[in-house]
């Protein structure tokens, strides 16, 4: 069951953008998705249910600048306790993403990923938890929030495979708009980058293939659907160590508009799992991507974060 609270409140401080002063300062609002008795089932435990209670809290920052254009910048953060209906295994998840969307409506409609790992507080292998958040918000304050979809998958921390999402500076990708909408269209870009594994210093090579796939539909009520899909693929061996890692990413967002130009932020919580043992790390990604009037889309990535498991 999820209900929902709301607080609103206001910035002191003008936030500026870089496409140009605001304005008016930023509205600044509150929101918590509160999660009571939400099953989720973990696939690395014969697959027993976990039932989850807590809170997603939602912050969005909006504001608009003198050009008129809208922009919301979201942070959603899960705080949960869950308990394994089998074992009684008690279970705890609390992580946060940040996304933003920029666009010329006073209102922004986005369907995004949070994902954060369930950690065992037993003997019970832990599971990542995938939760799809729909979030509208618009610049005077409002803003409306559920968790729409939500499973368990595997903790990338207890098998050999791995989920990594590496940014790269200078890596740019460029989709002519479908002929129809409909249609989706695809890109494939090679990559190649260095990473620093935080936990021991290994430098370790990554090679691989951000491939991406955006679709546009209009629905019913005569809004454009803008489905975003990327999957990241490739290997990775230790400089140093000659370790080895494999890393496969996917991921999910959508937007709905009044139009097809807009402009999305996109932040999201990897691992890089050695093949061996060589400890683990956590990669974080910003993915940038805009789409012009024409629906042409630009895709870039850039910045990444890591931390020690």
Do not use: W
Request: aromatic share 6%.
């Amino acid at each position: 069951m999820f209900r929902g609270s709301i607080r609103v409140g206001m910035l002191a401080a003008l936030l500026l953008c870089a496409s140009g002063a605001l304005a008016q300062s930023p509205v600044t609002n509150a929101y918590d998705i509160n999660l009571n008795n939400a099953v989720t089932v973990n696939s690395c435990s014969t697959g027993e249910p976990v039932a989850l209670d807590g809170t997603v809290h939602i912050d969005v920052s909006a504001s608009t600048d003198s050009a008129g254009s809208s922009h919301f910048t979201i942070t959603a953060a899960d705080n949960l306790t869950g308990s394994g209906q089998t074992t009684g295994t008690a279970y705890t998840a609390s992580d946060s993403d940040n996304y933003v969307s920029n666009n010329d409506e006073p209102s922004a409609d986005l369907t995004v990923e949070l994902k954060s790992d369930l950690k065992s507080q037993g003997s019970t292998p832990g599971l990542t938890l995938v939760q799809s958040l729909h979030i509208v918000v618009d610049t005077t304050g409002n803003i409306s929030a559920q968790v729409v979809e939500f499973h368990g998958e595997e903790s990338m921390l207890h098998r050999k495979n791995i989920k990594l999402a590496l940014t790269f500076a200078g890596l740019a990708i460029i989709m002519c708009a479908p002929a129809a909408f409909g249609q989706t269209t695809t890109s494939d870009t090679p990559f190649t980058q260095s990473a620093t594994n935080t936990c021991n210093g290994d430098v370790i090579s990554v090679t691989g293939t951000f491939h991406s796939e955006t679709t546009f539909s209009t629905n019913p009520d005569g809004f454009i659907h803008s489905s975003f899909n990327a999957t990241i693929k490739g290997t990775g061996v230790g400089v140093t160590s000659g370790a080895n890692y494999v890393f496969n990413e996917i991921q999910h967002a959508a937007v709905n508009s009044k139009t097809v130009a807009q402009e999305q932020y996109f932040s999201t919580k990897m691992k890089l799992i050695a093949q061996g043992s060589y400890p683990n790390m956590t990669l974080r990604m910003t993915t940038h991507l805009v789409v012009n009037a024409n629906g042409t889309v630009t895709v870039n990535t850039s910045g990444f974060q890591s931390s020690c498991n």
